[in-house]
């Protein structure tokens, strides 16, 4: 295989998980507002979570084929595994997305729901900020944009761990297997964050060839 044909290979293949990416943060997007305003269907999320499914076996057999094929060096290589990387961790997100979505279902099924806290709100729009931003960041090839996208991943923790404390007090007076659903819902967005994290920490392994993930958040050097 010549360079040009692993080039526009490897920039197809790219194209490809950002089409990924754009479909799971739709599927993400239509999860919750099925949690906070009952609109849609949990079905929806379960038919794009299998094309996204797909859709990730598919680019994995390519990463792998261009690995044999063309045995990449330096930054082919480092955007090669970055790819598979992001790939699985963008499947991950769907995954939590449906989960959202089968929670929201159950807790609209519930006699005695509580009201939904506004963090939640506020942790689903952070979270895929942070999953736009990390697939931004790829695009132009930018470390400092993917570690500005770590650097809010303790806002949503902080979050989730508000809408934990209020659904307690609230399983006193309302049904606790509703309060359950709602913290679940919360959980999953505190785990797309951290995918998206992953997707950052990924990023600037592949600008930078350094790897900062289990590091901690990035220090701020006041520039």
Do not use: Y
């Not at 799971?24 to 009952?38: K, N, P």
């Not at 082919?76 to 997100?93: F, V």
């Not at 964050?193 to 990035?218: C, K, Q, S, W, Y």
Request: net charge negative; aromatic share 2%; with cysteine.
């Amino acid at each position: 295989m010549s360079h040009k044909v692993f080039a526009e290979r490897l920039e197809g293949l790219e194209g490809r998980l950002l089409e990924m990416s754009h479909s799971v943060q739709t599927l993400v997007e239509d999860a919750v507002r099925f949690a906070l305003t009952s609109e849609g269907r949990v079905e929806s999320s379960l038919e794009a979570d299998t094309r996204i499914d797909s859709e990730e076996v598919g680019i994995e057999e390519e990463c792998i084929e261009l690995l044999a094929l063309h045995q990449p060096m330096a930054s082919d290589l480092r955007l090669l595994l970055t790819i598979l990387k992001i790939n699985s961790d963008l499947e991950r997100i769907g995954d939590h997305g449906v989960n959202i979505a089968e929670a929201a279902a159950r807790l609209q099924r519930s006699s005695q729901p509580p009201a939904m806290p506004p963090e939640v709100e506020e942790m689903s729009r952070i979270a895929l900020e942070m999953l736009r931003d990390a697939m931004d960041a790829l695009v132009h090839r930018n470390a400092a944009e993917a570690q500005a996208v770590r650097a809010r991943d303790d806002h949503v923790d902080a979050l989730h761990e508000s809408v934990f404390r209020v659904m307690l007090t609230h399983m006193l007076e309302a049904n606790i297997s509703a309060c359950l659903q709602v913290i679940l819902i919360g959980r999953n967005l505190e785990r797309i964050a951290d995918l998206a994290t992953n997707i950052a920490e990924d990023v600037v392994f592949m600008v930078e060839g350094i790897t900062v993930r289990h590091a901690g958040a990035p220090e701020d050097t006041g520039a």
